[in-house]
């Protein structure tokens, strides 16, 4: 029943953020809905589904193992998660790296995914990290073909703010794995 919980989560959250990657689909549901109705339904999905993705990934066993983890990718996401952490807070502001990167958020996606998937390799962080790894490739293909690049001009005061802001949520969740995810990636973790 868990694992249905996290692939119905899975099938949720990343199925309503595929739906930006259409254009016409988005056009179309917004334009059928309104523009802030879409929005709504967009917020009400992903969070449906982020909630189901935890309680199912939570409560789901882990399954065989599939593949032998990766100590270096366990050592390599003490660098690789802050790294994604600070493209993930560049990609909604206007960042020197966002507009270097143009798309940071599914970069940061992609990377913080594939290390997880390469350090754990059980069934059920193989599927949570697998999808998300696959989302992010996907969908950063499918911008690239669209050319889905926001102009902007870029400020230094945003770049300091998303390394600073990233640098400091990689230092949180890293200090407080252990007591929200059940598994502590450095001793000292509470």
Same mark, same amino acid.
């Given at each position: 029943? @868990?694992? @249905?919980?996290?692939?119905?989560?899975?099938? &949720?959250?990343?199925?309503?953020?595929?739906?930006?990657?259409?254009?016409?689909?988005?056009?179309?549901?917004?334009?059928?809905?309104?523009?802030?109705?879409?929005?709504?339904?967009?917020? !009400?999905?992903?969070?449906?589904?982020?909630?189901?993705?935890?309680?199912?990934?939570?409560?789901?066993? *882990?399954?065989?193992?599939?593949?032998?983890?990766?100590?270096?990718? *366990?050592?390599?996401?003490?660098?690789?998660?802050?790294? !994604?952490?600070?493209?993930?807070? !560049?990609?909604?502001? %206007? =960042?020197?790296?966002? $507009?270097?990167?143009?798309?940071?958020?599914?970069?940061?996606?992609?990377?913080?995914?594939?290390?997880?998937?390469?350090?754990?390799?059980?069934?059920?962080?193989?599927?949570?990290?697998?999808?998300?790894? @696959?989302?992010?490739?996907?969908? &950063? +293909?499918?911008?690239?073909?669209? +050319?889905?690049? %926001? $102009?902007? =001009?870029? $400020? *230094?005061?945003?770049?300091?703010?998303?390394?600073?802001?990233?640098?400091?949520?990689?230092?949180?969740?890293?200090?407080?794995? *252990?007591?929200?995810?059940?598994?502590?990636?450095?001793?000292?973790?509470?």
């Amino acid at each position: 029943m @868990a694992l @249905a919980t996290l692939v119905l989560g899975l099938v &949720l959250f990343l199925g309503i953020h595929t739906v930006p990657a259409v254009p016409p689909l988005r056009a179309a549901l917004a334009g059928r809905l309104g523009e802030n109705r879409y929005k709504g339904l967009f917020s !009400a999905v992903s969070g449906i589904g982020l909630v189901l993705i935890a309680a199912g990934y939570a409560y789901a066993p *882990r399954g065989e193992q599939l593949f032998a983890p990766s100590v270096g990718a *366990r050592h390599a996401a003490l660098l690789v998660v802050p790294l !994604a952490f600070i493209l993930l807070a !560049a990609a909604n502001m %206007k =960042t020197h790296i966002r $507009q270097a990167v143009r798309h940071p958020m599914l970069i940061g996606l992609g990377l913080w995914a594939l290390v997880h998937l390469l350090a754990n390799g059980h069934a059920k962080a193989t599927l949570l990290f697998g999808a998300f790894l @696959a989302y992010a490739a996907l969908d &950063l +293909g499918s911008a690239v073909a669209r +050319g889905a690049v %926001k $102009q902007f =001009t870029p $400020q *230094r005061k945003y770049d300091f703010m998303a390394v600073g802001g990233g640098i400091g949520l990689a230092l949180l969740v890293l200090l407080f794995h *252990r007591i929200v995810f059940g598994v502590a990636p450095v001793p000292w973790a509470l």
